[in-house]
């Protein structure tokens, strides 16, 4: 059932506690078996999804994977989750953003001592750009965290938006005694804990008297909760809780299978498509190159938008324009790869391939649609990249073409001079390439200042484009697929531009 199926990712700033959440919603869904505590995860994590070698070195998981899990219900229904992580470092990259266009909801997790920190910000204006609604998830309330009053307050202001509190701790910190669910008005408690006031609470014995009067405070100042003002992104209901003790984790995901949107139409050039349009459509939202060291595959992920998938299916990718079966697509479950037999919309499967499938990529049937808003985000650092051993050229021409393919950095070739330019939202990315330029391609590069700052997608008719070139080669470069680009020192100096070229458009985004 399509309907059954929730598609979601969770944002948040490093630390706040995103692996460990993941792994609690995973058990929730009794999809993995977590040996030992928390101290054992590090390495138990790595192993499991961080598949490259600068994941080890830094502890971080750069690249975004996919985590399938089902819960059954005691009514009998199964609602089939599929957790899209993002990385989870401050400098985020495109492949964040690509990760949020195969969504239809996320979970935004806040530290309770720390509150919305810019990280967390940036992603959900993003999600917000695209509709996707969101819970907010504070976490640590078994530590001394900010008031909860304070913590609600800023979710309103910092993101205007209406913020509808669902459940409420009794006690934080080391009074920490549980999380009510202000609805039914039951606490739960973390597990094996008998203190004494729990005892009575579960009698049903009334709330302490603090506590009490909280609860009624935030019934009384926060709007209740609306299903299509959460869906349409006006308000976001929070849960309160500890993902390290789980708790208020079940709250959240029967929330999320509650309530989340399931997958939702996606935008082409001509209209919507549905998920209940008979012919099978996706979108390819990212492509992951050297999965396994072994063997020099790349993996796409397409995010299947309408129809019943089948193995062994024909599909057209837009930019190939002939048919490819699709025999071995892989499914990502908690703990371990699956070749999928079927797939329905809001699913994610892998499709082994050699390069032939891209970012941007639409896959259908009939090769008739194209689905649009995966775009490319003008690099905010340019630098230089020469190689140690010039002999390498080719070597390096081609990793750049693969890694810029991933979304990891974005490549641009200069009209004059045969120095390539690399172009990234955030530092880390420059890490990344060095890192896997030596360890995937092994190549030896090094990154060199650029005269440049900034740069902006031109277009405009073919006439004014040219002498507009004529004019600016030094700053002219084209991109991976040969398109112009225009190199510029300063902000300043695409205003410039702008103001002498009023026929011409001076994009910071790109449509793959
Ligand atoms: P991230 O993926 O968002 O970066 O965060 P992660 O889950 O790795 O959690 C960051 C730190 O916060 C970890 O501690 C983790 O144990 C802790 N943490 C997560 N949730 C909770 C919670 O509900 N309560 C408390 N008290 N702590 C929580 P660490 O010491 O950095 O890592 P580790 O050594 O425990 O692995």
């Known amino acids: 059932m399509t309907s059954n199926r929730r598609t979601f990712a969770i944002i948040s700033h490093p630390d706040a506690g995103k692996t460990t959440l993941t792994e609690k919603l995973l058990l929730q869904g009794g999809a993995i078996h977590l040996a030992g505590e928390v101290k054992a995860r590090g390495n138990a994590r790595r192993a499991r999804s961080d598949w490259m070698k600068i994941e080890q070195q830094r502890g971080i998981s750069v690249t975004s994977s996919v985590m399938t899990f089902e819960k059954t219900y005691e009514n009998g229904d199964i609602v ?5 992580d993002t990385p989870g470092h401050e400098d985020f990259s495109e492949d964040t953003y690509r990760t949020l266009t195969a969504v239809d909801s996320a979970i935004m997790v806040i530290d309770a001592a720390k509150g919305i920190e810019p990280q967390t910000r940036k992603l959900f204006e993003v999600c917000r750009l695209r509709s996707v609604p969101i819970m907010t998830f504070i976490n640590k309330a078994d530590r001394e965290g900010r008031p909860c009053f304070d913590l609600l307050d800023e979710v309103a202001d910092m993101l205007a938006l209406d913020v509808s509190p669902q459940s409420w701790p009794v006690g934080m910190g080391g009074l920490f005694e549980g999380i009510l669910d202000i609805g039914s008005g039951r606490v739960s408690r973390p597990e094996g804990d008998s203190r004494e006031f729990l005892g009575k609470v579960d009698e049903g014995a009334a709330l302490p008297e603090d506590v009490a009067e909280e609860v009624e405070l935030a019934q009384a ?7 299509d003002a959460y869906r349409s992104g006006d308000l976001t209901p929070v849960y309160f809780g500890s993902a390290l003790k789980n708790f208020g984790v079940a709250e959240l995901i029967d929330a999320i299978a509650r309530y989340a949107p ?9 209209g919507e498509i549905a998920p209940d349009r008979g012919e099978v459509s996706g979108f390819i939202f990212k492509v992951q190159a050297n999965m396994d060291p072994q063997h020099r595959d790349r993996i796409a992920f397409m995010r299947l938008v309408s129809g019943t998938f089948k193995r062994g299916m024909k599909l057209t990718p837009s930019g190939l324009g002939k048919p490819i079966a699709i025999h071995s ?3 990502f479950f908690a703990q371990d790869r699956e070749i999928a037999d079927t797939a329905l919309p809001g699913d994610i499967i892998g499709i082994p391939n050699h390069g032939t499938l891209r970012v941007g990529d639409t896959l259908s049937e009939k090769n008739e649609i194209r689905f649009t808003g995966l775009p490319n985000f003008a690099p905010e650092i340019l630098q230089r990249i020469a190689l140690k051993d010039p002999t390498k050229t080719k070597q390096l021409r081609k990793a750049l073409d693969d890694l810029s393919e991933e979304g990891v950095i974005q490549v641009f070739y200069p009209e004059i001079g045969a120095q390539w330019i690399i172009g990234v939202v955030g530092q880390l990315q420059l890490e990344v390439l060095i890192s896997r330029l030596e360890a995937e391609y092994k190549v030896e590069a090094v990154l060199e200042p650029a005269p440049f ?8 008719e073919d006439s004014v484009l040219d002498a507009f070139a004529d004019i600016n080669k030094s700053n002219l470069a084209r991109d991976r697929d040969g398109d112009p680009v225009f190199l510029a020192k300063s902000a300043w100096d695409v205003g410039y531009q702008e103001e002498r070229n009023p026929d011409l458009r001076f994009s910071t985004t790109k449509e793959r």
């Open 453 to 460: 700052d900034t740069a902006r997608w031109v277009t405009g």
């Open 221 to 227: 100042g926060y709007p209740e909760f609306d299903l």
């Open 80 to 84: 089939t989750f599929n957790l899209l």
């Open 262 to 270: 399931p997958p939702r139409p996606q935008p082409t050039d001509a």
């Open 329 to 331: 697509p892989i499914m």
